[in-house]
């Protein structure tokens, strides 16, 4: 049984796979590099590490050389077990290579040191991708001469009178046409302001004359005087408007001319059936009331 073959095809699935009583081989997802002295673009790809720390089994690899050799899980454990046993032996006199994962060596101290090879792309999605080398391409430089002013050229060449003598002129001829301008406009508003104020006098001394005015309307308005009705028959007293309301609306259904009287000492709303101004008129309407609608009515005098 070949071990670093299983830990290889593990490597493409797992970012960690660990040889128990060994150490444990980690991968780093890492994007596209350029080498700047072989001009090679490097596809992205995993950076492979060795930590010797990572001794404690998880039973990854134990568990996937067992289901690929069709064998028991201690089985598979054993073999591992005899593969480490050789591979700490083999170390000790030479550098020991893990299939085409890369090399283990020892140093001074007696540290474990991986040393990756950079043949084999373990990150998936780069599968199918080569490193891809370019020619060297050479930059330079060139050195711009300073702008020359325009200012200074022309100090120093000199410019002669007449095109002073113009520029002059035509400065001050642009400056006359602009206040000219200016005064036109400010003439203008000056005389449109005085007509609209004159407009304004003869609007508001003008009087209106009608020849033939409309004859005036006399209307007798006589106003009815509310009649007090100091005598209630009492429906129920409510806590809340919005029952009071609705009760008036269920008794005018039935035919009653129901209202809300007000709201009594206590903060309730108080509905009546009817008001009457005679008081015998409304005990007579309150005895009726009472045998077939409702025996709690009562009588009310404010």
């Known amino acids: ?86 591979w700490k032996i083999e170390i000790q006199t030479k550098p020991l290579q893990i299939g085409s994962i890369g090399f283990l060596t020892l140093n001074n101290r007696g540290q474990i040191i991986f040393e990756p090879t950079k043949t084999v792309n373990y990150l998936t999605a780069s599968f199918g991708l080569s490193p891809i080398e370019s020619t060297s391409i050479k930059r330079y430089q060139e050195q711009v001469k300073p702008l020359i002013s325009v200012i200074k050229t022309a100090d120093k060449e000199g410019i002669p009178t007449f095109i002073k003598y113009a520029a002059t002129a035509a400065i001050l001829l642009t400056l006359s046409f602009v206040g000219n301008n200016a005064y036109q406009q400010n003439k ?10 004159a407009i304004e006098k003869k609007i508001q001394s003008a009087t209106f004359v009608i020849a033939n005015p409309l004859p005036t309307i006399e209307l007798n308005v006589v106003k009815e005087i509310e009649t007090v009705k100091p005598f209630h028959i009492v429906a129920g007293a409510f806590q809340f408007p919005k029952n009071a ?27 009546s059936f009817d008001s009457f101004t005679d008081r015998n008129e409304a005990i007579n309407s309150l005895y009726k009331i009472q045998k077939t609608v409702s025996a709690d009515a009562w009588l009310l005098a404010k």
């Open 1 to 86: 049984m070949n071990l670093a073959n299983y830990i290889n095809e593990l490597l493409y699935r797992y970012n960690c796979v660990i040889i128990p009583n060994f150490g444990g081989f980690v991968t780093n997802k890492i994007g596209a590099t350029i080498d700047k002295t072989s001009h090679t673009i490097y596809p992205p790809k995993k950076q492979i590490t060795f930590n010797s720390l990572l001794k404690e089994n998880d039973g990854l690899l134990a568990n996937y050389i067992a289901t690929s050799e069709n064998i028991s899980f201690e089985k598979a454990s054993t073999a591992i077990n005899l593969a480490v046993i050789e």
């Open 188 to 197: 203008k508003q000056t005389i449109l302001a005085n007509q609209e104020k």
């Open 245 to 271: 309301e609705k009760k008036v609306n269920q008794l005018k259904e039935l035919g009653f001319n129901a209202k809300i009287i007000g709201v009594n000492k206590w903060g309730l709303t108080e509905v």
